[in-house]
């Protein structure tokens, strides 16, 4: 098992960068895939970004493409999302999520914040 504790989330003004963080408890961190999802108010949750085991791949969604970068650190047990120019359409809960690579999103941390002033 592996648990998940995101931070970084806050007010930003448009434009502007927020990188959030996602510690990871447990031995196995590094053969795990990871995925940054989130929920804006009213929608349903929504894929945006998810990296390999070994950081080798990455995807994103189109919506932050050119703006939002995933990676990782194994040897501190983390992930990253690095956010760029900030639109208010970000403006939702961000949720890291853990899968084996033949699995489905079986562990979810309790998401942070994100609010993007315009």
């Known amino acids: 098992q592996v648990q998940l504790v995101e931070s970084g989330g806050g007010l930003v003004q448009a434009g502007g960068s927020l990188r959030l963080s996602c510690a990871a408890s447990?031995?196995?961190?590094?053969?795990?895939?990871m995925g940054w999802f989130r929920q804006a108010p009213g929608k349903e949750r929504e894929f945006v970004a998810t990296?390999?085991?070994?950081?080798?791949?990455?995807n994103y969604t189109n919506s932050v493409k050119g703006r939002f970068t995933i990676s990782r650190d194994n040897a501190k047990n983390t992930v990253y999302l690095q956010m760029n120019s900030l639109k208010p359409e970000d403006t939702a809960v961000y949720y890291c999520?853990?899968?084996?690579?033949?699995?489905?999103?079986?562990?979810w941390g309790q998401g942070t914040q994100v609010t993007v002033s315009s």
């Open positions: 447990g031995r196995t961190f590094s053969s795990y895939d």
């Open positions: 999520a853990a899968k084996t690579a033949l699995g489905s999103y079986n562990y």
């Open positions: 990296i390999t085991w070994n950081g080798g791949r990455t």
